[in-house]
Nanobody, 115 residues
Framework: QVHLVESGGGLVQAGGSLTLSCVVS????????MAWHRQAPEKQRELVGV????????DYVDSVKGRFSISRDDKKNTIYLSMNNLKPEDTGIYYC????????WGQGTQVTVSS
């Protein structure tokens, strides 16, 4: 069983920064890819960014390009989401996802950006 645990969420003012972490219970190099999603209140969950291998540049939704960055530490089986210049519309629950032949989700971590 693959478990993903996010951390690092919190309350931050607009323009501030946060870095989320997602620790995976297995060797992440064995996963086909990983991603960050978010769900704002009363909205559908949306993909924020995807990272598939250490040698391929991550891809991001347009609304976060230039502000968010996904990185990985394979030795720690952890991926990160660095978020800069946060905006109130970035508020939501952020979920980590991994997949191989199955899809795995973390429990989410709350990010709140105040104006």
């Amino acid at each position: 069983q693959v478990h993903l645990v996010e951390s690092g969420g919190g309350l931050v003012q607009a323009g501030g920064s946060l870095t989320l972490s997602c620790v995976v219970s297995v060797n992440i190099t064995n996963l086909y890819g990983m991603a960050w999603h978010r769900q704002a209140p009363e909205k559908q969950r949306e993909l924020v960014g995807v990272i598939t291998s250490p040698t391929i540049t991550p891809d991001y939704v347009d609304s976060v390009k230039g502000r968010f960055s996904i990185s990985r530490d394979d030795k720690k089986n952890t991926i990160y989401l660095s978020m800069n210049n946060l905006k109130p519309e970035d508020t939501g629950i952020y979920y980590c996802q991994g997949w191989d032949k199955q899809i795995y989700w973390g429990q989410g971590t709350q990010v709140t950006v105040s104006s």
